[in-house]
């Protein structure tokens, strides 16, 4: 699945993770999220793109306490059948659990975003 993902850890601020092949991601982020700003929780299609914000399900938090969200922009079809923020966890979550899990605490993310 091609996606960007942008979050930030207990001490890094807001990162892409993954780039969804993008050498720069950032236009098709803010695109994709230009009509969401401050939102908590976001699930829209345009087209074939879906844009996805969740809070962190573990409820982790930065230095200054705030809850963790996760924003992913998805180019797949089958994103189309994501109708809620709930079915978009149940689709992305588990690809890129482990790696937060891993990069969270940590000063700076383990790997260098990705083209993915």
Do not use: Q
């Not at 050498?23 to 401050?38: H, K």
């Not at 793109?49 to 982790?60: A, C, K, N």
Request: hydrophobic share 40%; net charge negative.
């Amino acid at each position: 699945m091609r996606i960007i993902w942008a979050t930030r850890g207990r001490s890094w601020g807001f990162r892409f993770l993954r780039r969804g092949g993008f050498v720069d991601p950032l236009p098709a982020y803010s695109a994709a999220f230009a009509e969401f700003e401050g939102a908590r929780e976001v699930c829209n299609h345009v087209g074939d793109v879906t844009s996805l914000r969740f809070e962190d399900p573990l409820r982790r938090t930065d230095r200054a306490g705030r809850v963790i969200p996760h924003d992913f922009v998805i180019f797949d079809k089958v994103a189309n059948d994501i109708h809620s923020v709930r079915e978009g966890i149940d689709l992305v979550w588990h690809l890129v659990e482990e790696e937060y899990a891993c990069d969270y605490g940590l000063p700076a993310p383990m790997a260098e975003p990705d083209v993915r």
